[in-house]
């Protein structure tokens, strides 16, 4: 059974940085289609980037130019860096995998089948 476990989250400065990791257990993830997504209190989970197993990125409009995700497939792991950090982005960051059908560029919670429980980011003075 696959299984995802994120790290990285904390308190952080406006403007400053984290990079959060995402671990995920089995021989297939160079196959799934992994994504961030976050929740902030009161709010519904919204997509934040997503990173194909080709290695094609996207990104909500509020993730453009301060966010960047990647994977390394010899690691089963997936990174969100995130730069220029707001209070805005507070919230729990999760991380969801799916199987890459290759054909349709999945960006809604809908679409994917296995979390992880989440890493917590503050962003405060």
């Known amino acids: 059974q696959v299984q995802l476990q994120e790290s990285g989250g904390g308190l952080v400065q406006p403007g400053g940085s984290l990079r959060l990791s995402c671990n995920c257990s089995?021989?297939?993830?160079?196959?799934?289609?992994m994504a961030w997504f976050r929740q902030a209190p009161g709010k519904g989970r919204e997509f934040v980037a997503v990173?194909?197993?080709?290695?094609?990125?996207d990104y909500a409009e509020s993730a453009k130019g301060r966010f960047a995700i990647s994977r390394d497939n010899a690691q089963n792991t997936v990174y969100l860096q995130m730069d220029r950090l707001k209070p805005d982005d507070t919230a729990v960051y999760y991380c969801?995998?799916?199987?890459?059908?290759?054909?349709?560029?999945?960006?809604?919670?809908?679409?994917?089948?296995?979390w992880g429980q989440g890493t917590q980011v503050t962003v405060s003075s």
């Open positions: 969801a995998a799916a199987v890459d059908s290759g054909i349709v560029l999945i960006i809604t919670p809908g679409g994917y089948d296995i």
């Open positions: 089995g021989r297939t993830f160079s196959t799934y289609v």
């Open positions: 990173i194909t197993s080709s290695g094609y990125t």
